[in-house]
């Protein structure tokens, strides 16, 4: 398929946990009426956005009622579908912040596990350690789709480009980051980023947002956004909760790669690092 649909979930989260999963699951359908094939909810959208707080809400596939919805609502509506992500625990007891990724027969294809952890203190701004409650992910997750291959990281994640980079190299034609800048690092970077990733790749890039919630700890940029492989905002919401969707054209991808065709001319002998050499 040439041109598909797809739709972002921007939802507000709260701190009850049945009415987030009620409001994703009302969310999905909306973007499923609007014929998107590709639904993606937010980073962390069944919980606040609290180190603390993560455990309290983990759960352990396949067991758990916001994993359990999501296999339901991708079956439902025959699409694929990004689960943004939520605090995940393994058997081990060790707690992830892992995305969910189900195709249109409900089927689990994947599943990233968060590899960078938001670990920082930016002076009068957002100071926060996620290390604290959860546990890094070590792997990148590219997953085969009816779409082709998508590669799915997390908020974070997208500010180191050899990830992208190696997703893309991997065949990635799109990459999706469910994410929640704050009000510091959103405004500055959030929309940047999404449009470098872009550029910087030759693919369409989805990141998903949550919304604004005033009354929250963690207050969330929202900007939720759908990006095309020449860096074009195809569709960007503002902080309020929404679902937006747009058209993606493969042809347009297909067609930038060949006018500027900057990963065939890449000389990846040149770019190997030197540390540690002595120069005279």
Not at 28 to 41: C, G, N, Q, T, Y
Not at 242 to 260: A, C, G, H, Y
Request: aromatic share 8%; charged share 25%.
């Amino acid at each position: 398929m040439v041109v598909v649909s797809v739709g972002i979930c921007q939802l507000g989260v709260v701190t009850d946990k049945e009415a987030n999963i009620r409001n994703a699951r009302r969310m999905i359908a909306e973007a499923a009426k609007r014929d998107s094939r590709l639904v993606v909810l937010p980073e962390m959208f069944n919980c606040p956005y609290q180190s603390e707080l993560f455990p309290q809400y983990a759960e352990t596939y396949p067991a758990g009622p916001t994993i359990e919805m999501l296999a339901e609502c991708a079956q439902r509506y025959k699409i694929i579908l990004i689960g943004g992500s939520i605090p995940e625990r393994d058997e081990a007891g060790n707690i992830y912040n892992t995305s969910f990724i189900f195709n249109e027969q409900g089927k689990l294809i994947g599943r990233h596990r968060k590899v960078h952890l938001f670990d920082v203190a930016i002076k009068g701004g957002t100071v926060f350690q996620e290390s604290k409650t959860l546990t890094a992910g070590s792997e990148m997750t590219l997953v085969d789709t009816s779409l082709g291959k998508i590669g799915v990281a997390i908020c974070y994640d997208v500010r180191f480009p050899e990830l992208a980079r190696t997703m893309v190299l991997a065949g990635a034609k799109i990459l999706v980051y469910p994410g929640a800048f704050g009000s510091v690092t959103g405004p500055a970077h959030w929309e940047l980023l999404m449009r470098a990733r872009a550029i910087d790749n030759q693919v369409y890039v989805i990141g998903a947002a949550p919304a604004l919630n005033a009354a929250a700890e963690y207050k969330a940029y929202g900007h939720s956004i759908i990006v095309d492989p020449w860096a074009r905002v195809l569709k960007i919401a503002d902080e309020e909760e929404t679902v937006i969707t747009s058209q993606i054209n493969f042809r347009t991808l297909d067609r930038v790669r060949e006018e500027l065709p900057l990963l065939r001319h890449r000389k990846p002998e040149v770019y190997g690092v030197r540390g540690g050499e002595k120069r005279t």
